[in-house]
């Protein structure tokens, strides 16, 4: 059983940077797609960035491009989320996701995702 630790998050003010962490144990995760969501209360889950972890291919969702990175080190069977420039809108409880896939692309829609972390919260001061 695949089992997903997030961690890092954290309080931030606007324009700073926080590097998000997942840890996954109990695979080697090697023909995943592994995403990052995030989610405040009363609005869905909303998709950030996903990653494939056989290629590396990355998908980012338009609000977070050019600001969030997301990477993974598949010997630490860890994922990540370096994000950079955050403002207020981004905070919100971050959540890693995985799922099994044969596809070449890992879209960032929550309902395709069946491994899920705990979640960590991002708070953005302005």
């Known amino acids: 059983q695949v089992q997903l630790v997030e961690s890092g998050g954290g309080s931030v003010q606007a324009g700073g940077s926080l590097r998000l962490s997942c840890a996954a144990s109990?695979?080697?995760?090697?023909?995943?797609?592994m995403a990052w969501f995030r989610q405040v209360p009363g609005k869905e889950r909303q998709g950030v960035a996903t990653?494939?972890?056989?290629?590396?291919?990355?998908v980012y969702v338009d609000s977070v491009k050019d600001r969030f990175t997301i990477s993974r080190d598949n010997a630490k069977n860890t994922l990540y989320l370096q994000m950079d420039s955050l403002k207020p809108d981004d905070a919100a409880m971050y959540y890693c996701?995985?799922?099994?896939?044969?596809?070449?692309?890992?879209?960032?829609?929550?309902?395709?995702?069946?491994?899920w972390g705990q979640g960590t919260q991002v708070t953005v001061s302005s």
């Open positions: 990653i494939r972890t056989r290629s590396g291919i990355t």
């Open positions: 996701a995985a799922k099994t896939t044969y596809s070449s692309y890992c879209d960032p829609v929550a309902a395709g995702y069946n491994l």
């Open positions: 109990g695979s080697s995760y090697t023909s995943y797609c």
